[in-house]
Each structure stands twice: as structure tokens, then as C-alpha cells.
């Protein structure tokens, strides 16, 4: 499937979310169509294509390497935003996302951000309609110091600009061509190997997948078992059209 061969460049070693990969996830022609995307552990640091999917509903991107949320501010439709573990830093980004009206659900632990000792009141500051954030939900007590916070004002006085300098991506150390369609790992187990083996007939070979997905499900916690969910989900609606 090409839509998953991700093209790398080895002078800034970047990896673009592009039109063509999105197409291919989703099936969909057009992009403004897009209701849900789930592209998490592709290594992706540029995901500007997200200017042309107005509609999008849900957002799974976490596992990649995603510094900042200024692309996000043209998914006006958007109720759920998944980006665990990337490499978002500065936690007033959170300002790009303000013009989310609907969005309801945000998970952005394990970022850099999430650091900050204020890093929930901030979010609750400037995002008032967000109710849960990392899977807890921020409460009214939450909201309250929040808005009492001189400290918190001060991340959200300076508005910042969508157009200033992008920050610098965390270089990959080598090139390399991830697999297709799955997320990238630095050592996959022996049965995730086995299971491309030329050799094995294609009964024996779609066993062999079977079991190296099981292994891989086994080595996942609780927050990446819920955008496996989603991505089978997917796939399933997908089958049925």
C-alpha cells in the first residue's frame, strides 16, 4: 500500500503527512471528508496537510515526533485530539487550539509540555468547552484556580503567531524506511519478522500476522489498546462500504 511510505529527507530528516498517505488511510478523494484519521508511531514531524481537512472530527497522532500545534488550529470541526508522546514543548501553544469550539476530548501527556507545573491549569484556561484532558476530566475546582492564576495569564497574554518560525525537529539519526502501514519501531519482536517471511503460503502467512499482531498487542499498554480499537474500528468500516 503506497500511502504509507513515508518519504524521508536526509538533510533535516523530516516526515511529511502528505495528501497521498491520507487518501490512502481513509479511502476518501477529498480531504475536506475526512471524519477520522489514526496515524500514530509514524515518526511524522510535519503534518501541515491538516489545512485542508476542515471537517475532521477525531485526530490520532500520537507516538510521533510533532513539535507544535499550530496546524491544528484549521480543524474546526474537531471533537477529539489524541498526541501522546511527541515533542510539543512550549505549553502556550495550546493558544492554536482555541478556535476549536467543539473539541471535547485532549490528550497531550508525555510532551514536554505536560511538564509544566501549570500545564493543566493552562489548558483549562484557554480551553474552557475541553472537558477531559490525559483521560481525566478537568474539573470545576480545576477551571477556578485556573482563572484566579496570575501565573497561568502570563503563558496566554502574548498571543503567538502562526507564521513565525516553526520550532527545530529532533533529527532521526539514520535514514530508514518504515514499514507499511504500521507503526514504526526501533527492534520489532522475532514474530513481527517472521510474519513477512517469503517463504510461508498465504494461509501460513496470514497466520503468522495474526500472531505477530497479538505479540505486538501484548506489549501495549492501556492508551495505546484504545487507538488500536480505533484503528480496527476503522478498518472495519472500511470493509463494509
Known amino acids: ?13 523530516m516526515v511529511q503527512l502528505t495528501e497521498q498517505i491520507v487518501r490512502g488511510k481513509t479511502r476518501l478523494d477529498r480531504l475536506d471528508e ?7 508511531g509514524q515518526d511524522l514531524d510535519d503534518v501541515s496537510v491538516l489545512a485542508k481537512m476542515t471537517n475532521v472530527e477525531v485526530l490520532s497522532l500520537s507516538v510521533n515526533r510533532i513539535n507544535t500545534l499550530r496546524d491544528f488550529r484549521h480543524c474546526l470541526k474537531l471533537q477529539e485530539l489524541y498526541l501522546r508522546k511527541n515533542e510539543i514543548a512550549d505549553v502556550a501553544e495550546v493558544q492554536f487550539l482555541m478556535p476549536l469550539k467543539e473539541l471535547k476530548v485532549l490528550w497531550l501527556c508525555d ?28 474539573t470545576p475546582q480545576e477551571r477556578d484556580q485556573a482563572m484566579r492564576n496570575p501565573e497561568v495569564a502570563k503563558y496566554l497574554a502574548v498571543p503567538l503567531d502562526p507564521n513565525s518560525a516553526r520550532p527545530p525537529s529532533r533529527a532521526i539519526p ?26 510461508a503460503g498465504p494461509g501460513q502467512r496470514r497466520k503468522n500476522i495474526l500472531y505477530a499482531v497479538m505479540a505486538l498487542v501484548a506489549e501495549l499498554d492501556e492508551d495505546d489498546l484504545i487507538y488500536v480499537k480505533r484503528e480496527i474500528e476503522q478498518r472495519l468500516g472500511n470493509m463494509g462500504r
Open 174 to 199: 539514520s535514514p530508514r524506511s518504515p514499514t507499511v502501514g504500521t507503526p514504526s519501531y526501533s527492534s520489532p519482536p522475532p514474530a513481527a519478522e517472521r510474519a513477512g517471511s517469503a517463504s
Open 1 to 13: 500500500k503506497a500511502w504509507s511510505i513515508l518519504t524521508y529527507w536526509t538533510s533535516e530528516t
Open 111 to 138: 510532551n514536554p509540555m505536560a511538564d509544566h507545573p501549570y500545564y493543566r491549569q493552562i489548558v483549562a484556561r484557554a480551553l474552557p468547552l475541553v472537558e477531559k484532558l490525559d483521560n481525566q476530566e478537568i
Open 34 to 40: 475526512v471524519r477520522n484519521l489514526n496515524l500514530w
